[in-house]
DNA sequence: ATACTAAGTTCAGGAATTTTGAATATGCAA
DNA sequence: TTGCATATTCAAAATTCCTGAACTTAGTAT
């Protein structure tokens, strides 16, 4: 018997949803599923209640996690005795993508004091790419990367926000559709070099025509929504960044079509923490 | 984590040997190193001392192994709750080899009375290639068989008991060395269609001339001792066959070089049993 | 109702792990 | 020291596990 699809049935009975197991697992679905469906046939048991959606844990599945916790219990007891240091210990290299050290590192710092006693931090900011590049060469131990669709070379990505991209608009055209927009405002764009920028600049160039009034490039995040507020263009950034420097003046306007998100991730090379140090440092970036 | 490595390393910390613990798994020794390499591998810790033979337990093994303990009775608890019937119920059909019934049958009746409170056993015996052949075939649950060389078909052996055949040799011969005999005494052969029996002529064929006294072929062992007490012949058969029958004036002289050793085993249909229920039905046949 | 969407299942192949048998090494005992 | 039983190593074979794509289904919006 394998602990691993134990500890997956423990979660899902937790979070409820074989989906959310897989992303918290850096799974797929269906390996969820293959999980689920050995332990039902391995004990010719019915754990889940398929009628509903979301699966429902059945009476015998509850008993079933319960006795898994038990075993879960005793193998973190085991693993306790494991000679190799299980634990965030000692100073760490952790890069942060400009556009995300605003809203995360503050929180990092703070939870890293209290729940990381024995490691220290050297933090840095960078473009993703350049940070990923540092992390594979091991320049870093980590970093807080905006994820994209490229190779994912050879580091390991967990998944810390998911934050939808919106349209910051100045507040009197904020009942215009969007589209139309382009015509009359220039757009803000931020720094389509980085990660976040490249993902937006991919929407608009597919989503409009050209507008005839003049793009603006920019590269602080604050810049672009003080100027929105100003009523100076309109702009696509992800909803936190907008929310922190709207003013009143300014309106959000949600994507309707396609969700637009960006995937905030830490990404490690394969196997540079141990189990438990991993679980840790992902930890300290709070939910 | 693989709960089977974890029982593997009880079972060694029990039993003292690796090599024991891999014919009571019924796989092999390299297997079972394998599997506790791979648990001192994941915990980065030494369990066994390899300096000594048998490998000693660490003082940290012997701690891994009580924690490996705690997980295999929840794992155990977790089973309990299978919706399948995993205990030993219904009525079987059991076959014995004749040369083993005398000895093992009653023992098994006695346990199964004591300890296999939900199930019942109709038995029957016979050479040990009919008796997998019904049990192949399905008509047989499990047959108690002598081991042979020969295709292990689809069938599962659990090693029972393993019986040194030794020479029986009239009082007066026992200080002749046995290869002398064959020119002065009839050799005593047991049925050679048998498992056993092929044994035995395997052997006397290849390590002797061919005798000039007639050889005779008898069914029975008991008749065969019988004749050797009275001075008529010698022997080769199992140990506790020879002792069961032997009188004051038969000598038991055991192999010089090579061990020959019979292998008495119960043969099952791959998975016709679940673990619980095999595991139920070889304890039957006591130590 | 109908169609849509998000969530789970199934399946086949490919990746990773485990098992095995043969060859080799090592401790213990004579 | 040899002999022997026992354990380790190694590479091939068997098995298990994971993945991505296609498919199904429950809940929801139209």
Do not use: W
Request: glycine share 6%.
């Amino acid at each position: 018997m394998q602990t691993r699809a134990l500890h997956t049935l423990v979660r899902v009975s937790i979070l409820g949803s074989f989906a959310k197991v897989a992303e918290e697992m850096n799974t797929t679905i269906s390996t969820v599923s293959m999980q689920i469906k050995a332990i039902e046939e391995q004990l010719s048991v019915e754990i889940f209640d398929r009628s509903h959606r979301p699966p429902k844990l059945t009476p015998v599945g509850k008993a079933v996690c319960e006795k898994a916790k038990l075993i879960l219990g005793a193998e973190k007891e085991l693993l306790a005795l494991s000679g190799q240091e299980n634990e965030l210990a000692g100073n760490f290299r952790i890069g942060f993508v400009a556009t995300a050290s605003v809203r995360l590192l503050p929180d990092f710092l703070k939870n890293a004091q209290e729940n990381a006693l024995h490691a220290s931090f050297e933090l840095e900011t960078a473009l993703s790419e350049v940070l990923e590049a540092r992390v594979q060469s091991g320049i870093l131990d980590a970093a807080v990367v905006t994820e994209s669709e490229r190779e994912r070379s050879d580091l390991e990505y967990h998944l810390l926000r998911r934050e939808r991209l919106m349209f910051a608009v100045p507040k009197k055209f904020a009942d215009q559709p969007v589209e139309a927009l382009r015509s009359k405002l220039p757009f803000l764009q931020f720094n389509p070099g980085s990660g976040i920028g490249k993902l937006i600049q991919q929407h608009m160039s597919g989503s409009s025509t050209t507008g005839n009034k003049q793009d603006i490039v920019l590269e602080s995040v604050e810049a672009i929504i003080a100027c929105v507020n100003e009523g100076l263009g309109f702009t696509l950034l992800s909803e936190p960044d907008i929310r922190r420097y709207a003013s009143a003046t300014c309106g959000i306007v949600p994507m309707k079509t396609d969700e637009l998100v960006r995937h905030l991730s830490l990404a490690i090379p394969k196997s540079r923490f141990s189990d438990g140090a991993r679980q840790q440092l992902i930890g300290l970036f709070g939910e």
